[in-house]
């Protein structure tokens, strides 16, 4: 049986219907019947080869929530008929340094759930979850806990994954002062995240029409990077800065709104960073990146949104050829309100 996908067949090309022949089901795989799948703006720099690594035909989409349809048969950790999430990685080597220590999104043989090669002739890539069907490691196919809905859970799967691990790994102290640079699908999880964290938490946009729902999700303060004179009101007033712009940014306007000894912790992926040396050096400033997320944590992440009732704010459309391309402009013109999330029709 074929998989009926989306893909774009050469960069920032639209996309197009595609039907592939899977990789027989592995012993420790399970098929899943997707229901709904989040649009990240990692999408459009793949769908673009923004990052130089796309490998074509791609079928984009790493936020997918469905059910288990089959299973292989070591797979004793899932059921058939259950709810399960899948995010941007759908494997790891299990034996390198970084995945005994359990931070197996580090790991250098990692697998993608989509452009990484696999060595079959009729799929010669891992294709994602712009598609009817999706064949993963039984690992990687997180249980959706019953509070949260499948189309405001999808996004969790990259955008929540991703803003979460920063939190994990810096264990601020209850009332820091953080900032969100980039209320997008990643910011508008994020802010959610450190309100209920217990931080002082502050939207920093270039969109003053997200005021109002950025303090909806949590924030106490919004920064209007776009009102002149603002950035030197919170001038080293932060613990520390959580940035998923996909573009640059001024980084040392920024960077001077923390305190001395502040971090400045980057998510997003533009396509290069500059800035004053001088100012990380005498202000003891730590600039860091964070990508995805330990397997443990996306675990946490998703209980952690069951009991706080945190959701992706979401458009949701079918997912169709129209609105794929749809989905992937909106991102370039940053008019999603937060999160497109492609529905497959119910069979
Ligand atoms: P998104 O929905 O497009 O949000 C990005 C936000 O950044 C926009 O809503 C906008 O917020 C702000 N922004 C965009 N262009 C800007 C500019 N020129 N100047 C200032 N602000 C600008 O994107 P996303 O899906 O959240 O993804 C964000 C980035 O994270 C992408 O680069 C993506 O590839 C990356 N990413 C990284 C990881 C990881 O593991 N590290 C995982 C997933 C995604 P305002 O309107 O509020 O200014
Ligand atoms: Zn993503
Ligand atoms: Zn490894």
Redesign the pocket.
């Known amino acids: 049986m074929t998989f009926k996908a989306f893909a774009v067949k050469k960069a920032c090309a639209d996309l197009v219907e595609f039907e592939y022949l899977p990789i027989p089901l592995k012993d420790d795989e399970v098929e899943i019947d997707i229901e709904c799948c989040g649009?990240?703006?990692?999408d459009?720099?793949q769908a673009c080869d923004d990052w130089g690594s796309a490998h074509f035909p791609l079928v984009p989409g790493h936020e997918i929530v469905g059910y288990v349809v089959s299973k292989g048969k070591n797979v004793s950790c899932i059921d058939i008929g259950a709810r399960v999430g899948v995010g941007?990685q759908t494997g790891s080597c299990k034996s390198c340094d970084v995945c005994l220590k359990g931070q197996a999104?580090h790991c250098a043989s990692k697998i993608k759930s989509y452009n990484t090669p696999t060595g079959d002739k009729d799929q010669p890539f891992t294709y994602g979850g712009f598609s009817n069907r999706i064949r993963v490691n039984a690992e990687w196919a997180f249980s959706i806990p019953d509070a949260l809905d499948s189309i405001a859970c999808a996004p969790l799967l990259?955008?929540g994954?991703?803003t979460w691990?920063p939190f994990a790994r810096h264990k601020l102290p209850k009332g820091s002062r953080v900032g969100i640079?980039?209320?997008?699908?990643?910011?508008h999880v994020a802010l959610q995240f450190s309100h209920h964290l217990g931080y002082h938490t502050i939207?920093?946009?270039?969109?003053s029409n997200?005021r109002e729902e950025?303090k909806e999700f949590g924030a106490t303060e919004f920064l209007d990077?776009s009102s002149s004179g603002v950035m030197d009101d919170f001038k080293g007033s932060l613990d520390f800065i959580l940035c998923?712009?996909?573009?640059?940014?001024d980084w040392s306007a920024y960077l001077r709104l923390l305190k001395a000894e502040g971090t400045f912790c980057?998510?997003?992926?533009?396509s290069e960073v500059k800035f004053t040396p001088g100012l990380v050096v005498t202000q003891s400033l730590n600039f860091c990146?964070?990508?995805?997320a330990s397997p443990l944590e996306i675990k946490r992440m998703l209980e952690f949104c069951a009991i706080h009732s945190i959701k992706a704010k979401t458009e949701s459309m079918q997912m169709n050829a129209f609105n794929v391309n749809l989905a992937l402009k909106k991102?370039k013109d940053?008019s999603?309100r937060?999160?497109v999330v492609l529905v497959n029709p119910s069979q």
Request: hydrophobic content about 40%.
């Open positions: 649009v990240c703006h990692s459009l720099h941007p999104q990259c955008a994954v991703t691990m640079i980039g209320i997008g699908g990643l910011g939207a920093i946009s270039s969109s997200k950025a990077t998923t712009v996909s573009a640059s940014i980057l998510v997003g992926l533009p990146g964070s990508y995805l991102i940053n999603p937060y999160r």
